[in-house]
């Protein structure tokens, strides 16, 4: 990997180039906020999915051997799909039409995208030092996946968004208050896409990246495959290097230990 995207120790460690979807998800421009004149402290309310989605959602492609870098709890296996219906992610956790949970797997680009939705994802956008406790980054693994297969993705840029009909701020420009709102809309394009095999967007948290989700029971068996070795955030000493600059970067201070 280019030192410009993440922890690089040998040839076999280096990603491939970022992928070139079919339509390529341009950065977005930052968008005015909705509703500015609600009042502090009003629940935020996102338009619900178009029963026609299946003619409105754009597809575009990942291509087969494109990397995708994926930090995930050191309990998942680098190619595992997390099973978990808990918690409340952006887009998971969610379920089939049957009611089913869809086992889901994030990644990114780069790795600072990568460290930037996970581990970083909560960090601030405010002047001065900022903190994180390294015990928030341990027991974690950075994985690079690739696929044998070309996927199918949603693409959710800000102009493919327009045809869909919801703004780019109100799927990604939120804190969390809104993702059970803007898990429906996964939900929605699982149910009524069926040639989709996830969700690609710019990151908001780095949007010099593209973000992914893929839909773990809409992939061949065996198709993900290791780009290199899985390591662990903190004790691999290259890697770790890179997470710090990433902090440095983003004016934060690891503490603890």
Known sequence: MAKANGPASSKSRKPASPPKPSARVAAPAVPAARGAAASVG?????????????????????????????IHP????????????????????ICNAAGEPVPTIYGGTTFECAAMETVYHDVPFAAGLKTIAKRKIRHHHHSQLVSSAELVLANLSNKA??????????????EKDPYPQTRKWAEAIHAHCPDVQGLCWVSRQDDTAQAIMLFGDRLPSGCMNHGAPSVDLVTDDVTYAALVQLADDIGVKITGK
């Open 42 to 70: 009003t629940p935020r309310t996102i338009a619900s999915p178009p029963s026609d989605l299946d003619k409105v959602v754009k597809r575009t492609s990942w291509a087969a051997g494109d990397v995708i870098h994926r």
């Open 74 to 93: 050191s309990k998942f296996a680098a190619d595992e799909f997390n099973p978990d219906p808990h918690g409340n992610a952006q887009f998971s956790p």
């Open 161 to 174: 968004l327009r045809k869909i009909g919801i703004p780019r701020a109100d799927l990604f420009d939120t």
